[in-house]
């Protein structure tokens, strides 16, 4: 019911702001950066000066995506991020609702504690009490499919051009594996048709993002699986590990992992994929699942993240192989879950 008021009420609450930041995720994926690229060009048609910051680099992947170029990195001048932030008089949080999130724009962020701030979001245990306005929606495929909604309730027809569409096409696609999960409703596949045209390719656009692998991409993902997957037949799991030396064995470049944590699952016996990656100082885990299992509580309860039923992430602070030990600690507790 309010997400039906914020949308009547759209048009006097975004006209009230002129310039406009947008701010996503750290190590932003294809949701964080369709939605908040198609938010960009939308809140354009309104005459707002809009800007979007994200924290560190997006991945290669995408680099195709219309106004890309427009995107602001904020790990490579964090000045003048803090300076877009503080003359902004709306922060859109799309994609996330927590400032911890952000990675470095965190600080920035907390001192901007005056500013109004939106939420568009579809992660869990939001603290909505921050937001002047907010749409959050746990059981929705992605982001940009809020977006989405979002401008169709303002009229598709007078908003909606190729470059929203393609943008929001990339998130609801990435965020869903290609529509394998996190599919709540019907309403996901009937958007995607709107969002389709004789101008809007939706098999050309599937294959930016998953035809354009670099060799050394492809032959790390040989590697993860043929030398760094350990299946855990008692409890229906696999993990894959990776330290900071294979990945720079491989020329790691930002994205290359999207997607492995996927390829376990396709083993029938597996109900659970966890990814285990050495980065940036930290490990980070990246949780999947089928069927009614939740790497949502697990990630939460032990790994100090979240995130979905079926997809979930969380980071520490320890060596590879306490993370890899943690995990193993942990699967005990539920192996009825998984065994089911």
């Not at 995506?65 to 995107?71: A, H, R």
């Not at 409703?185 to 045209?197: A, D, K, N, V, Y």
């Amino acid at each position: 019911m309010f997400k039906e008021l914020f949308f009547n009420n759209f048009n006097n609450f975004i006209t009230q702001y002129k310039r406009v930041a947008i701010v996503s995720h750290v190590n932003p994926d294809g949701d964080a950066i369709g939605s908040s690229l198609a938010f960009y060009y939308f809140l354009l048609k309104f005459g707002i000066d809009a800007k979007i910051i994200i924290p560190n680099d997006y991945p290669e992947f995408l680099a195709w995506m219309p106004g890309i170029e427009d995107i602001f990195l904020y790990d490579k001048d964090p000045e003048k991020g803090a300076e877009y932030l503080n003359n902004a008089d709306l922060i859109c949080y799309l994609d996330f609702n927590s400032p911890s999130r952000t990675g470095l724009i965190h600080n920035d962020l907390c001192h901007c504690k005056k500013t109004p701030k939106l939420l568009i979001d579809h992660h869990r245990d939001a603290d909505l009490s921050q937001f002047v306005e907010y749409i959050s929606e746990v059981e929705t495929s992605s982001t940009s499919e809020l977006v989405a909604e979002l401008i169709k309730s303002q009229g598709f027809e007078k908003y909606l051009d190729d470059k929203i569409a393609t943008c929001l096409l990339v998130g609801i696609m990435t965020d869903t594996g290609s529509f394998a999960h996190s599919i709540y409703h019907p309403e996901t596949f009937r958007i995607c048709g709107e969002l389709i045209s004789p101008t809007v390719n939706y098999a050309l656009i599937h294959s930016n993002i998953y035809n354009t692998f670099s060799e050394n991409r492809m032959r790390l993902l040989g590697f993860c699986i043929s030398n760094r997957m350990t299946i855990l037949h008692e409890y229906n799991t696999a993990y894959i590990y990776l330290s900071k030396e294979d990945l720079e064995s491989f020329n790691y470049q930002v994205g290359d992992t999207e997607g492995v944590v996927n390829y376990p699952l396709m083993i029938d016996s597996v109900k659970m994929s966890v990814l285990i990656t050495e980065r940036q100082g930290v490990i980070r885990l990246s949780f999947r699942s089928k069927g009614e299992f939740s790497v949502h509580e697990l990630a939460k309860s032990h790994f100090g993240g979240g995130g979905h039923t079926n997809a979930a992430g969380g980071t520490m602070n320890c060596t590879l192989n306490q993370a890899v030990d943690k995990l193993l600690e942990v699967l005990p507790q539920y192996k009825n879950l998984l065994n089911k």
